[in-house]
Structures are given as structure tokens and as C-alpha cells.
């Protein structure tokens, strides 16, 4: 028996050593604005999962995915977050999550990036184009964004003439390094 249970605890041991990390997101803040009634209101959503492969010798193979709860939706106003997480607006009890995948990811200058993402908001996709800064903090990789979306292309909301269809949003994360990449 015990000769089974060597062999076989030695290799979970290497397959879990040697098996690709996953990272950790260790800080994270996204935020939005809106114009309404000709005044930004602004929130933020929590919640962000992220499966980051980065390496800037070989961006393409780096990839970018990463999660956000639409039920942490928290603009200080909790009637009108219960409103914006309902049917009318982001349908949180239907699609739960917002996704961004990365196609495409270039380098600009320095730590500055470009990436091609596709953006899943209430089942529906649209490549965008997200500006970005990775800055290699030793143990951690930091990412902060910011782009604009029209909300309508998502079906968030109807139409109003007091709520903009453009929404900002921002994305300042700060994620654990891979074990391979670490190690480069």
C-alpha cells in the first residue's frame, strides 16, 4: 500500500507545483460616471475575478480575462442601484456578470498598452478598444484603463433624454504574478 501512495503523492506534489497559477487579484477599483440629468453620477462594481497571462516579451501570447459582480453595483444611492440591477437596466438577476476578453494586445510605448477586448454585458458582445498601462511592481503586475461604451449597444436601459447613453469607466487592479512568469 504504501508503495501506491508514493508514487501517487509525488505526483499531485509536481503537478500541483508545477501546474500553470492562477493569480490573485489582490487590489481593485473599478468605477463608472454618467451623466444624468446633466450631472455625473458615479458608482463603482466589485467582485473582479481576473485570469491574467501577461508577458510583455510575448504579447501574443499574453491574455486578459476578468469578471465583475453586477450585484456589487454601488452608486450611494441603494433605490436607485436596486433600479439600475433590475430588468430595466442591467437585468442582475438574469446576467449576473460583466466579462472582458482580450483578442488583441499591443504595445505603445514604456508601460503603455493597447488592447482589443471583447465585452459581454447581458449576453451581448462588442470588441472595444481599451488603452492600459502594466506596470511590474516586483511580485504583482498593476493595470489601470479607462475607456467610454455606449450603453445602449448592451440594451442597458431605453431611451432617455435625461440619461446619457456614454458611460466611463475606470480599472485600476493589481494582480499576483504567475509562478512561470515570476520567474523570468
Known sequence: MKRFLFPL??????????ADAQNTVTR???????KNLGIYTDGTLGGLQADIHFNPAD???STIKATVDVNTLNSD???RDEHVKSADFFDAAHYPTITLKSVAIKHKSGNNYSGQFNLTIKDKTKLID??????DKGSTLAFNGAFKLNRQDYGIGGSSMILSDEVIIAIDAEVTKQRAEASR
Not at 503523492?9 to 508545477?18: E, L, P, R
Open 9 to 18: 503523492f509525488a505526483i499531485i506534489v509536481f503537478s500541483t507545483f508545477f
Open 28 to 34: 481593485s477599483a473599478i468605477t463608472f460616471k454618467i
Open 59 to 61: 504579447l501574443s501570447s
Open 77 to 79: 444611492n441603494e433605490s
Open 130 to 135: 481599451i488603452p492600459f498601462t502594466c506596470v
